[in-house]
């Protein structure tokens, strides 16, 4: 069995820099946003942003 480098890794479980990790972020608050929104339509309380630090 061969060791695999971690560049051998599949993108998705690469962490994303510079650019990628920006528009990562920006996209997760984003989703954030619209979960929330749709869990206080329900009557749910919204959940924390995966962005905030407590």
Same mark, same amino acid.
């Given at each position: 069995?061969?060791?695999? =480098? +971690?560049?051998?890794? *599949? !993108?998705?479980?690469?962490? *994303? %820099?510079?650019?990628?990790?920006? $528009? +990562?972020?920006?996209? !997760?608050?984003?989703?954030?946003?619209?979960?929330?929104? +749709?869990? !206080?339509?329900?009557?749910? %309380? *919204?959940? +924390?942003?995966? %962005? $905030? =630090?407590?």
């Amino acid at each position: 069995m061969t060791d695999k =480098k +971690q560049t051998d890794m *599949p !993108a998705c479980l690469i962490e *994303p %820099t510079g650019k990628d990790k920006i $528009e +990562q972020d920006r996209l !997760a608050r984003i989703h954030d946003e619209l979960v929330n929104r +749709q869990l !206080a339509e329900l009557g749910i %309380t *919204p959940r +924390q942003l995966s %962005t $905030e =630090k407590n």
